[in-house]
């Protein structure tokens, strides 16, 4: 699931920057080692390389970590199955993401980094959607 988040700075100085939520499903028939060991030691430099190109101010990838025991809790209230794993990208603004990707650069990094996910994601499972993220604490 991809979100679009609006972050207030906590300086008290008003800033918005954008989210990118990404719910990640590997590739059918990639085993999870395989799909992490490519995610972290290919994707992640390669979004690093194009980072000043598309305007990507922070990347973070959550790579999953078994435990049974909470699993077990969360299929009792009854959740679905869990993604692969989730990627969150922050840029200053929506216009410097727009702006980024209208560049012939952006353009082509872009569609770099869309023919590497292809290689080890499974495209038709991405979902997306826009939301404005509310500080409740911390």
């Known amino acids: 699931s991809m979100t679009w988040a609006r972050e207030t700075g ?3 100085e008003d800033r918005t920057m954008i989210k990118l939520i990404v719910a990640i499903y590997r ?20 979004v690093k390389k194009h980072a000043q190109t598309l305007r990507v101010k922070r ?11 909470i699993e077990a809790q969360l299929a ?6 869990r993604p692969d794993a989730v990627t969150e990208v922050w840029w200053d603004s929506l216009d410097d993401y ?14 770099e980094l869309e023919a590497d996910e292809k290689q080890f994601c499974d495209m038709h499972r991405m979902e997306a959607f826009i939301s404005e993220e509310k500080v409740i604490f911390g």
Do not use: C
């Open 10 to 12: 906590r300086t008290g």
């Open 98 to 111: 727009y702006a980024a990707l209208a560049t012939p650069e952006g353009i082509a990094a872009n569609l």
């Open 59 to 69: 990347y973070v990838q959550s790579h999953y970590v078994s435990v049974p025991e």
């Open 27 to 46: 590739k059918p028939g990639m085993t999870l080692e395989a799909f992490n060991d490519r995610w972290l030691n290919v994707h992640g430099p390669l």
């Open 76 to 81: 009792e209230r009854g959740w679905g199955k």
